[in-house]
């Protein structure tokens, strides 16, 4: 089973809308959670990390629910340049441990 | 502007042959760590060092060694590559110290090798 899993998509979405990703996670000892965004042929950075309490930042929401083990990431008003690969990551407190999903496809559509 | 550079965008190289993959970072990061990058399996950590000469093995450390001589440098070794071992290689670097090694981190552009 893999430590992290993410459904890969694509999601194709037509501009305006919203859409929520959702990771889950397989250890219950993992502490620490972010959502990575990768452009094609790009190098990951890092979008917003989530926190227990929920955290927003502009058009992006990203939530943790410890009792089920997932993390969730919801873009509203989506743009043509949130066309990219959103990667979950996980990182339990021994901190050799980072697990990255294999990520989710999202495209844009004008 | 935090920037990760790696010492090759592609490489291909021959089964058995030694192979170095070199990243620098300039920001006095402390951590820096090897990935590398596989459609279906996603960013998998290789090694990572959270100080100059430490190391600690990732998730798939077997058929790589690192070294760390100075804080700014950090280098992968394919002792003898396999075809296997093609891949999308991605360095990073973070700050902190081992003490706060789930600190956001940086990528460098990436170095996809490919053995024949």
């Known amino acids: 089973r893999k430590e992290v899993e993410q459904d890969p998509g694509p999601f194709n979405v037509p501009e305006g809308a919203t859409v929520a990703f959702n990771c889950t996670y397989s250890n219950s000892a993992s502490q620490s959670f972010f959502w990575y965004r990768q452009d094609c042929r790009k190098e990951p950075k890092l979008l917003m990390s989530?926190?227990?309490s929920g955290n927003e930042d502009g058009r992006f929401t990203a939530q943790l629910n410890r009792a089920s083990q997932y993390i969730s990431l919801l873009i509203r008003d989506s743009k043509l340049s949130d066309s990219a690969t959103y990667l979950c990551?996980?990182?339990?407190?021994?901190?050799?441990?980072?697990?990255f999903g294999t990520g989710t496809s999202l495209t844009v559509i004008p | 502007d935090v920037k990760v550079t790696q010492s090759s965008r592609y490489l291909v190289k021959r089964t058995g042959e030694k192979v170095f993959l070199e990243c620098v970072q300039d920001?006095?990061?402390?951590?820096m760590f090897w990935y590398r990058q596989d459609p279906g399996l996603g960013l998998r950590l290789i090694y990572f060092s959270y100080d100059v000469k430490m190391k600690e093995k990732g998730d798939i450390p077997e058929g790589y060694s690192v070294s760390r001589e100075k804080k700014e440098r950090f280098s992968l070794i394919l002792e003898s590559a396999s075809t296997n071992q093609t891949s999308m290689y991605l360095c990073a670097s973070s700050s902190g110290g081992r003490a706060e090694i789930s600190n956001e981190q940086f990528f460098g552009p990436g170095t996809r090798l490919t053995v024949l």
């Open positions: 920001m006095d990061h402390e951590n």
């Open positions: 990551v996980v990182n339990l407190f021994t901190g050799n441990q980072f697990y």
């Open positions: 989530v926190y227990s």
